[in-house]
């Protein structure tokens, strides 16, 4: 008796997991592989509202944070985690924005002429290194989950973004004791930012051994002679 009424629960729970994954907000991005990494192309532009316009010219400091977490189409834990942060402020003596961009283990210090440029350093993600295609299981389907945020609030989170974004590629394989390590749910659905302004999404499914592979420069001078 006691276990023809549990049969139902546990029925149910693949198909609230697959129902939460559809509340999420689908991205069109461009997947590839570089290098032995599966790479992310893709805008968040919108993360970026008149109310962090204004933050941004005010001269104060403002820090946008991305977190791309890879994850089997049917599994509900993070295999992988790619981070990465600017931290923008507008010089009002000489009417530029100084950008410290973290992003692939390496720190970059940059200039933008105006919000523009901005956008285009730290509001895309441009063949982002995310996971080493090794990693992977060949033919199993992924998609991949995009948090990002404008100033987050918790130093604590902060403190573990800025741990993650100084290893090597600045991205990597996760496992339960990590940081910022969560399930789908805890991350994308039930989790309220603590940021001045935040949204995420997930990308469409990939299967690793279909991506198109990006050739590295030196093989793109040997396919031309």
Request: glycine residues 8%.
């Amino acid at each position: 008796m006691a276990l023809g009424l549990l049969a139902p629960t546990v029925a149910s729970a693949q198909p609230a997991e697959a129902l939460s994954k559809k509340k999420l907000s689908r991205r069109k991005a461009k997947l590839a592989t570089h290098r032995g990494w599966v790479t992310m192309t893709v805008s968040y532009r919108d993360v970026v509202n008149p109310a962090i316009r204004r933050k941004l010219l005010s001269g104060l400091p403002t820090v946008i944070a991305s977190r791309t977490y890879v994850f089997a189409d049917k599994g509900n834990q993070p295999v992988a985690l790619g981070v990465k942060t600017c931290r923008i402020v507008f010089d009002l003596w000489d009417e530029v924005f100084r950008i410290d961009l973290q992003q692939g283990g390496r720190g970059r210090q940059t200039v933008a002429v105006n919000v523009e440029g901005v956008l285009r350093r730290c509001a895309e993600a441009r063949r982002q290194p995310i996971v080493a295609k090794r990693s992977l299981k060949p033919q199993q389907r992924y998609f991949m989950g995009v948090a990002v945020e404008v100033n987050p609030l918790s130093q604590q989170m902060m403190d573990r973004i800025k741990r993650w974004v100084s290893r090597p590629k600045g991205a990597g394989t996760v496992g339960p004791g990590d940081s910022l390590f969560g399930s789908f749910v805890g991350l994308f659905i039930t989790h309220v930012p603590d940021a001045d302004r935040a949204i995420s999404f997930r990308t469409q499914p990939f299967v690793p051994a279909a991506l198109p592979v990006i050739p590295t420069k030196k093989a793109d001078r040997r396919a031309s002679r």
